[in-house]
């Protein structure tokens, strides 16, 4: 898109487009705030929604990248997991998703990304996000930082596994993903249940 010449009177809704394209492109972005938010997302819930709308308002570029982790035997494949991810953020032009493996200071690197984001639901999750960040830090000569958003409280309770255990045994789990998410994990499972 060419850049918008003021003395044609651009109109403000134009400039703003233009602004967001170039922000997304990455012309003329050096300032940018930009952010990553890794996981597995094996898929991702509303909890994960949840810090992923308040991160986007807080950084100017929201790249979510899926974990290909090699250790787990996931539900759904990095590629399903990417194309859900992009449809359930779909009306927030900001955040980008993407996926890696290895280690996450050697993607942030490569990117040239320095913040991480991460949620907190419990103190369950603390000693082992504390880990992963310190880690992080050192490993990346503090290159990589980590930021924690704690969870909504509606969403405390929620986690990709105890989702996926509910809907395996039938339960009803509207009101942990969004419906196209929740069909498509019944879809996996109905193998399983008719069998
Ligand atoms: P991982 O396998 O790396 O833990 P997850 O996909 O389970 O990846 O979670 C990614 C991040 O999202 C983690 O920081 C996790 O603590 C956070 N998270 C997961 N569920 C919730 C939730 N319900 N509310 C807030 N944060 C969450």
Do not use: W
Not at 8 to 32: F, T, V, W
Not at 102 to 113: F, H
């Amino acid at each position: 898109m060419a850049a918008p010449e003021a003395d044609r009177g651009i109109s403000p809704e134009a400039l703003s487009e233009y602004c967001m394209d170039a922000r997304l492109s990455g012309q003329g972005g050096k300032n940018m705030k930009k952010a990553v938010y890794p996981g597995s997302f094996d898929p991702v819930t509303y909890g994960h929604l949840d810090i992923i709308k308040r991160a986007a308002e807080i950084f100017d570029v929201l790249i979510v990248s899926v974990l290909n982790n090699k250790d787990k035997t996931p539900l759904f494949s990095v590629e399903e997991r990417v194309k859900i991810l992009k449809e359930a953020t779909r009306d927030i032009p900001n955040v980008e998703v993407d996926s890696f493996s290895g280690l996450l200071i050697n993607y942030a690197s490569e990117k040239k990304l320095h913040i991480a984001v991460r949620g907190l639901r419990a103190i369950t999750d603390f000693e082992y996000e504390l880990q992963l960040a310190q880690m992080n830090r050192r490993l990346s000569n503090g290159s990589l930082d980590t930021m924690f958003l704690t969870t909504g409280l509606e969403y405390a309770y929620l986690s990709s596994s105890s989702v996926k255990e509910i809907a395996y045994f039938g339960g009803d789990i509207s009101q942990c993903v969004p419906d196209f998410v929740a069909e498509l994990i019944h879809e996996k499972y109905k193998p399983n249940q008719t069998g």
